[in-house]
């Protein structure tokens, strides 16, 4: 069965410091893999996926099949990056299926 | 410019009363249309998604039912509520044409059940 695990509920680090919200996925195939965030009293979107390469607001996330993660990364954490991480993997043609989330909060 | 819009914002019922919650998108035509429950801890839980009108498909077993009497339009119902229905209901839509189908999330509708 298709799965998205985010082992981590809550994740504090400080302003500057680096940051790591982790994610794995199970899926037999070639997966399609992205994350989205909700900040606070905001929609939920898409911040990236893994097809683009991109990075947005500093974050960049590698696809690794070999440990089939898809770890979100940004080198200096910044204040406004609070907020809720999910992680989420495309199943067929029109569906996702998201991971647990992760709240994250930057101090100051 | 697409938008999409969910009401009511908030919504206290008793246990056993009706439910209703609706999801309108302005701006695409033949969406594809989801509802999910975000629940602590539990994350973003799929429970319908609709590829056309009258097309419902349910991802869980529970006490809600979806429609679509419109194309942009999709109603979450209940007959009977049960404490457990709580949460936060969101609505979203995606492209059929998109390769990455990304989902565009409505506000959300809070749901508490006394």
């Known amino acids: 069965a298709q799965r998205v695990t985010q082992p981590e509920k809550l994740l504090s680090v400080f302003k500057g410091a680096p940051v790591e919200l982790k994610c794995n996925y199970s899926?037999?195939?070639?997966?399609?893999l992205f994350w989205y965030v909700q900040y606070s009293r905001q929609r939920l979107q898409l911040l990236l996926r893994h097809i683009s390469r991109e990075s947005i607001k500093g974050f960049t996330a590698d696809l690794n099949k070999g440990e089939t993660s898809f770890h979100l990364k940004k080198p200096f954490a910044q204040e406004e990056d609070s907020a809720m991480y999910y992680c989420?993997?495309?199943?067929?043609?029109?569906?996702?299926?998201f991971g647990q989330g992760t709240r994250l909060t930057i101090n100051p | 410019s697409q938008t999409i819009h969910q009401w009511p914002a908030t919504l206290v019922q008793p246990v056993g009363s009706p439910l209703s919650l609706e999801c309108t998108v302005e701006?695409?035509?033949?969406?594809?249309l989801y509802w999910y429950r975000q629940a602590a801890g539990r994350g973003l839980q799929l429970l319908f998604y609709s590829v056309g009108i009258g097309q419902i498909s349910s991802e869980v077993p529970q006490n809600l039912s979806a429609s679509r009497p419109q194309d942009r339009q999709f109603i979450l119902s209940s007959k009977k509520l049960l404490l457990s229905d709580s949460g936060f209901y969101l609505c979203a839509w995606s492209r059929k044409q998109s390769s990455y189908n990304e989902q565009f999330f409505g506000p959300g509708t809070r749901l508490t059940v006394l």
């Open positions: 899926y037999s195939g070639s997966p399609e």
């Open positions: 701006g695409t035509s033949n969406p594809n």
């Open positions: 989420a993997l495309r199943q067929g043609a029109q569906k996702l299926v």
